[in-house]
């Protein structure tokens, strides 16, 4: 008997505003890549959504140069082609003070609903270290997943996760802070960006 499998492919970008570049550059490299991803919306109906990193912060640095195409991405938005939110800032949960989290989380709803609907994703793609009460943030802002890419280390291909004292080998898992909140924590196995192994080619894909 085969069994029958499905594959979700979410097309996402990860932006830093700066880092390994000066933030224009970065952000020259975020002009583009929103240019490009209107343009793809409109051409190809078959390409239902992109998820603009859960950081509503990029639309700001968007429309800070192309302010004429505001209509055009609150139209995509408002149709559910592209999320965002629930944050207004990449998060950093551990470095940061409880304070910072919850008034990220605050301007983030308060953006996105400007544009129509904010994305229920508890959101946490390169966050070095993540904290006890992040269920809680979650459930008070209305949202019941996190899903995470450290803390419980994943390691090589085909969605394997090492084990160890201090690491997981599940990818999926009941997440539960100290006052009781529980939300489902999705581990991003092989990290955020594990469709680049997918191959373009539709067959090969498939196999």
């Avoid at 302010?67 to 940061?96: E, H, N, S, V």
């Avoid at 489902?184 to 498939?206: C, H, M, Q, S």
Wanted: aromatic share 12%; hydrophobic share 35%.
């Amino acid at each position: 008997m085969s069994t029958k499998r499905t594959a979700h492919i979410i097309s996402h970008t990860h932006w830093d505003r700066e880092w390994y570049l000066p933030y224009e550059k970065h952000h020259v490299r975020l002009v583009k890549l929103v240019d490009t991803l209107l343009d793809k919306l409109d051409q190809d109906q078959n390409y239902r959504s992109f998820f603009l990193d859960g950081q509503t912060i990029i639309l700001e640095d968007y429309l800070q140069v192309r302010p004429d195409q505001k209509d055009r991405l609150a139209k995509f938005i408002q149709d559910g082609r592209i999320l965002i939110g629930p944050w207004y800032i990449l998060q950093d949960a551990f470095l940061t003070s409880g304070e910072a989290n919850v008034r990220n989380m605050q301007i983030g709803h308060q953006d996105a609903k400007k544009y129509g609907t904010v994305s229920k994703i508890g959101y946490f793609p390169d966050t070095f270290g993540l904290v006890g009460q992040t269920p809680q943030l979650m459930k008070q802002s209305g949202i019941t997943n996190v899903l995470f890419g450290r803390g419980v280390k994943p390691t090589g291909f085909n969605n394997t996760v090492s084990d160890g004292d201090y690491e997981s080998s599940f990818s999926e898992l009941i997440w539960e802070a100290p006052d009781g909140s529980q939300v489902l924590g999705i581990l991003f196995a092989n990290w955020y960006n594990n469709g680049t192994e997918i191959p373009v080619d539709r067959e090969e894909a498939k196999a």
